[in-house]
């Protein structure tokens, strides 16, 4: 049985935190690239929808950072079994080659 994926919806997670953060800077721009883009209003100045998407993607960062460090321990633990598995297969053919010399 194999363990789950943790890797599986990352992308959207960030694609949604991406969105949210423009949300709070009301779409606008630090360095408007046109005349006629707006920039990011000041803080105290922001929309209640802008307030909102702060708070969505900072709950929706605080996801990504469990899923973050469950694929992180899910890797580490992968690591370490294959590292005993390379090993035990070394350990064997360590073994094999000296009962080869020793015949």
Request: net charge negative.
């Amino acid at each position: 049985m194999s363990a789950p994926d943790f890797s599986h919806g990352i992308n959207e997670l960030a694609d949604s935190i991406y969105y949210s953060v423009g949300a709070w800077h009301d779409f606008g721009y630090e360095t408007p690239p046109t005349p006629e883009c707006k920039l990011i209003p000041p803080l105290g100045e922001r929309s209640a929808e802008a307030i909102k998407a702060a708070h969505a993607a900072i709950e929706t960062i605080d996801e990504l950072t469990r899923q973050l460090c469950a694929l992180r321990s899910q890797l580490v633990d992968e690591v370490r079994q294959d590292e005993d598995v390379r090993a035990g297969r070394v350990d064997a053919m360590l073994a094999r080659l000296r009962q080869e010399r020793q015949s």
